[in-house]
């Protein structure tokens, strides 16, 4: 960890990417652990345009499931620690997999959201953005289209924005500290790739080793850990 904190102390361009597992810690599900969402449901049937077009039924039922269970949800000290960084300029830029808006719940500013927010939804045919109580009660938008959370489902684009964003952010980085993900989902997988400067891994299962170093454990403790003596 010494390591880690002289890198984050000396580094002039910070960046943290994170997933799922970074928000596990608040109560909120990830994907691919054994406890994950996709081993209870296939992805197929919820998390696509196809989905939303032939099967709204499941489709509104996993993300109206996924919406309330944020209801008592908050950050846990790791996200506070990860907005405290930005505040101090020990970090430049955060962006996330996650739709769960926790990183800016902590603080923390200008959060890329590469996959999109839970928190907000829209018409899919208009593009009109509706109130989330018109999704839950499955309304329909005026002009009779479909509402849908503004999550990126598999096979959309991610927000032009935000990745390009990102990845300018990745490009400048002299440090990329990555938090809680498997890395499974292009194009964000690739984004660890596009820095030459130092990588940090911190996860719970190590499933890669093209990081300079590779911390296996809990996202909140992993940061306390680093935070204690910064
Ligand atoms: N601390 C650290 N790591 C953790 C923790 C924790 N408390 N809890 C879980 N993890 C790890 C898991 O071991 C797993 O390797 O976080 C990783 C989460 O991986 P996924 O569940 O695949 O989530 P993520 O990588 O964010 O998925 C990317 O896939 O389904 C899509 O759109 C969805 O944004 C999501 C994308």
Redesign the pocket.
Known sequence: MEQIREWLKSSKHTVVLT???MS??SGVA????KS?W?QQIN?RTV?TTEALASNYELFHRFYTARINALEHIVPHEGHMILADWQQRGLVQHIAT??VDGLHTAAGAENVDEL?GSIRSVRCQSCGQAAEMSRFLAKEACACGGRLRPNV?LFGENLPQQAWNNTLSHMKAAQLVIV???????YP?SQLPHMTNGKTVY????I?HSHFDRMVK????ETLKIIDASL
């Open positions: 997933g799922a597992g596990t810690e990830d994907f691919r652990s994950g996709w992805p998390a997999q996650n996959h990126i938090i809680g993900t498997s890395l499974e989902v964000v911190i996860n719970l299962e499933e454990g809990k996202a909140g």
